[in-house]
């Protein structure tokens, strides 16, 4: 059980244009999910933390105009990379959790994005 | 404020040898410590977690990790390295109140034939 999914697992798209990743956990019900962004050869970087029903909450350098995120049910979150541009090529990874606060997080396989 | 420190960026073993992938953490209060696991291109797998029990936690494909608070380490062990053990491991802990978790920067180990 607790297996998180994410599509496409990889996009590439031209440089303007926006992109739609989806992350669903298909045998549980997420209230919380997160997403993530990796550099090649880097760690895993939070970039906002989304709850079903409410807003995200964006991390401290990330634009929330530029990374929309939507969470509108318990087993679907999406994240929306608007007028994309080269800089914005990275692995995104979602996470989703049972319950708030709840500490283990189930990652998805990731999300490879190429902006050209 | 919570972190946590890889201290070896590479770690090369050959088959059948031990691994010690070291990990220091800081934490102003008892963390929860987590070890993941990233092979190429893919997500995480948890492999292990501590959450203030015992303080030697078994893992899932014969790794373990000893939470030692007098020297703030949780250190991530295997007695015989196996080829498809190669890979990215993230030393994690947890911050204040669950939910969110802060990435050391991870450890690449290479398995030699």
């Known amino acids: 059980g607790a297996v998180v999914s994410q599509h496409p697992s990889r996009v590439i798209c031209k440089s303007g244009t926006s992109v739609k990743i989806e992350c669903r956990s298909l045998d549980f019900q997420a209230t919380t999910m997160f997403w993530y962004r990796q550099f090649p050869k880097q760690s895993l970087m939070l970039m906002a933390t989304s709850n079903e029903g409410s807003k995200a909450t964006y991390e401290q350098g990330v634009e929330k105009d530029k990374f929309l995120i939507n969470h509108a049910s318990l087993t679907l979150s999406t994240l929306t990379v608007t007028s994309a541009h080269p800089e914005d090529s990275s692995f995104y990874i979602c996470?989703?959790?049972?319950?708030?606060?709840?500490?283990?997080?189930?990652f998805g396989p990731g999300t490879r994005l190429l902006v050209l | 404020a919570q972190s946590v420190t890889q201290l070896d960026s590479h770690v090369s073993v050959s088959e059948g040898t031990p691994v010690l992938l070291r990990c220091n953490y800081s934490s102003s209060y008892s963390p929860s410590l987590f070890w993941y696991v990233q092979h190429p291109n893919k997500g995480l797998q948890l492999l292990l977690k501590y959450t203030s029990a015992a303080t030697l936690v078994k893992g899932i494909n014969g790794f373990e990790a000893e939470f030692k608070k007098s020297e703030t380490s949780f250190h991530l062990t295997k007695p015989s390295a196996h080829m498809s053990d190669a890979a990215e491991y993230f030393c994690?802990?947890?911050?204040w109140g669950g939910g969110k978790l802060i990435f050391g920067q991870g450890t690449e180990l290479s398995v030699k034939p």
């Open positions: 994690v802990v947890s911050s």
């Open positions: 996470s989703a959790s049972r319950d708030r606060g709840q500490e283990t997080q189930y």
